[in-house]
């Protein structure tokens, strides 16, 4: 069983930076996409970024030109750099694998933006 470990997460003043980290266990096999979703209270888990086996992205709107995902595959980690923050991209992001035959999930790393 893989499991993904997100770092990074804290908090940061409106304008900062951060960049998450999520480690995969081990190379999944079939692997299709990695991605970060995030989970704000009350809201439902939207995606924020992602990337495919082929190094497609893709970007939510509200994060376009800000957040930049990456991965390394010799380390079996994933990144995702975000700068300029802004208070409403606080929440809890969640690193995603998607195999051919699963879906994985980490337990999610909270990224706190202050004003």
């Known amino acids: 069983q893989v499991q993904l470990v997100e770092s990074g997460g804290g908090l940061v003043q409106a304008g900062g930076s951060l960049r998450l980290s999520c480690a995969a266990s081990?190379?999944?096999?079939?692997?299709?996409?990695m991605g970060w979703y995030r989970q704000a209270p009350g809201k439902q888990r939207e995606l924020v970024a992602r990337?495919?086996?082929?190094?497609?992205?893709t970007y939510a709107d509200s994060v376009k030109g800000r957040f930049t995902i990456s991965g390394d595959n010799a380390e079996n980690t994933l990144y995702l750099q975000m700068n300029s923050l802004k208070p409403e991209d606080t929440a809890v992001y969640y690193c995603?694998?998607?195999?051919?035959?699963?879906?994985?999930w980490g337990q999610g790393t909270q990224v706190t933006v202050s004003t």
């Open positions: 081990k190379s999944i096999s079939g692997i299709k996409s």
């Open positions: 990337i495919s086996s082929g190094d497609s992205t």
């Open positions: 995603n694998a998607v195999s051919r035959w699963y879906n994985y």
